[in-house]
C-alpha cells in the first residue's frame, strides 16, 4: 500500500469554496487509482469522487456532481478535490485514498490505502 496524506480541510461560508490535496509518499501514486470519501459524525463513510490512474476518467457522487472536481498531477504524486459552492451538508471529515487495479471506484472496502483525513467545516 502507499502512504498518503490529505491537506486543506477547514472551515467556510455556505457557498465558499476549498481545495484539498491528497500527496503520496513516493511515486508509485501514479500506478493507483484514487478516490476522496467523507464521513459526517454520526453517518456512514461515503463515495465523494473518484479518478482513474492515468486521470483520464473521472467519477462523482450525485450529492457533488457539478460542484466538485477531482484532478491529479502524477508528476507530483498528487490527487485534489477542488470543492465550489459549499453546502453545509458537505461537512465531513474528507479521506484520501487509493487502490490498484482490483475493486469498485465507489466501494470502501476496494481501497487499501486511507490517509488520515481532514476537516472540512461548512457553515453561516
Known amino acids: 500500500q502507499v502512504q498518503l496524506v490529505e491537506s486543506g480541510g477547514g472551515s467556510v461560508q455556505i457557498g465558499g469554496s476549498l481545495r484539498l490535496d491528497c500527496a503520496a509518499s513516493?511515486?508509485?501514486?501514479?500506478?493507483?487509482?484514487v478516490a476522496w470519501f467523507r464521513q459526517a459524525p454520526g453517518k456512514e463513510r461515503e463515495s465523494v469522487a473518484a479518478?482513474?490512474?492515468?486521470?483520464?476518467?473521472?467519477y462523482y457522487a450525485d450529492a457533488v456532481k457539478g460542484r466538485f472536481t477531482i484532478s491529479r498531477d502524477n508528476a507530483k504524486n498528487t490527487v485534489s478535490l477542488q470543492m465550489n459552492s459549499l453546502k453545509p451538508e458537505d461537512t465531513a471529515v474528507y479521506y484520501c485514498?487509493?487502490?490498484?487495479?482490483?475493486?469498485?471506484?465507489?466501494?470502501?472496502?476496494?481501497?487499501?490505502?486511507w490517509g488520515q483525513g481532514t476537516q472540512v467545516t461548512v457553515s453561516s
Open positions: 485514498a487509493a487502490r490498484f487495479w482490483t475493486g469498485s471506484y465507489d466501494d470502501l472496502s476496494s481501497y487499501p490505502s
Open positions: 513516493d511515486r508509485t501514486l501514479s500506478m493507483y487509482h
Open positions: 479518478i482513474t490512474w492515468t486521470g483520464g476518467q473521472t
